[in-house]
């Protein structure tokens, strides 16, 4: 399938590999050619999105990512969650207050480790998941109207392949990646 993106190679653009080294170079480097550009803008289009369907709930985009992850597996430390949701413990400890608030989930001392914290959803955090999950899959499908499955698959392989190299440079630079969160939150704020 020819694309009909004046932007991509053959329709008079430069390849991606061309414009990268050049703007490693110091040449311009136009937004629309920075994938860290794109996938953020997408990411923030699709929590607009998500947030108008949650609006009517007690639920927010924040509680979001800790609610999908404990519906998969409760029983797991603040510190398994933050990192498998990628955020940084204070902004987890935060959240699971407001969530505990709520009556969405309940922090246990761990009976090996009383120095660890265990969360667990409550009955009503429990429930939320047949009301929510519905609602994410409708953004989902909104975000994918007009692409086929090949391209569905595609775009998820590559994003997971994408993860995985930028996971992999931090690690092959002797980096900490919760270090290297920690650092982008505090220059953020």
């Known amino acids: 399938m020819v694309s009909s993106d004046p932007r991509r190679p053959g329709h008079g653009a430069r390849p991606a590999a061309e414009v ?9 480097f136009p ?39 404990l519906w998969q597996e409760e029983g797991i430390t603040q510190r398994d969650l933050s990192r498998r949701i990628r955020m940084m413990e204070p902004t987890t400890v935060t959240a699971l207050r407001l969530m505990e608030r709520r009556g969405l989930v309940r922090r246990e001392r761990d009976v090996h480790d009383r120095r660890r914290s265990l969360v667990y959803l409550t009955d ?18 909104a975000a994918i109207d007009g692409l086929a ?25 002797g980096a900490d990646p ?7 939150a505090d220059r953020g704020s």
């Open 20 to 28: 990268y080294e050049q703007a490693m170079a110091g040449a311009d």
């Open 31 to 69: 937004l629309l050619e920075s994938i860290g550009y794109l996938v953020r803008d997408a990411h923030r289009a699709y929590l607009r999105a998500m947030q108008m369907r949650v609006a009517d709930t007690e639920v927010t985009m924040g509680m979001w990512f800790f609610l999908r992850i």
């Open 124 to 141: 009503r955090g429990r429930a939320l998941r047949h009301e929510l999950l519905p609602r994410a899959a409708e953004t989902n499908i």
């Open 149 to 173: 499955s090949d391209e569905i698959y595609g775009l998820r392989d590559l994003l997971v392949r994408v993860i995985a190299n930028l996971d992999r440079d931090i690690a092959e630079r």
């Open 178 to 184: 919760e270090a290297v969160e920690d650092e982008i």
